[in-house]
């Protein structure tokens, strides 16, 4: 299994910025779908995660400014970002809890990060 993320950039304060991330592979089912951050110096932290079903979660940082969303037929996530701060700058990564088969448990993939800056 694989995720290739992408939109990431250079954005001014207040801006917005789309970003994708499409899993490929051998996949019977994806039940959470969620995209993580790291700013230098930091720890990965959770940005935004939804399930299968649609339940969304974000953290208190990006509540009302970000949008968590995913195409269930093409195994896609994406994350709208809008009012951006220099604080939102970081390598964001997806993630996805997969599973392979139907008699398999689900295993977790990281996508290769996106960087986003937010600087005018």
């Known amino acids: 299994v694989q995720l290739q993320a992408s939109g990431g950039g250079l954005v001014q304060p207040g801006g917005s910025l789309r970003l994708s991330c499409a899993a490929s592979?051998?996949?019977?089912?994806?039940?959470?779908m969620a995209w993580y951050r790291q700013a230098p110096g930091k720890q990965r932290e959770l940005v935004a995660q939804i399930t299968s079903g649609g339940t969304t979660n974000y953290a208190d940082s990006v509540k009302g400014r970000f949008t968590i969303s995913r195409d269930n037929a093409k195994n896609t996530v994406y994350l709208q970002m809008n009012s951006l701060k220099p604080e939102d700058t970081a390598v964001y990564y997806c993630?996805?809890?997969?599973?392979?088969?139907?008699?398999?448990?689900?295993?977790?993939?990281w996508g290769q990060g996106t960087q986003v800056t937010v600087s005018s």
């Open positions: 592979g051998i996949i019977f089912s994806i039940t959470k």
């Open positions: 993630n996805a809890e997969v599973r392979r088969t139907s008699l398999s448990g689900s295993n977790a993939y």
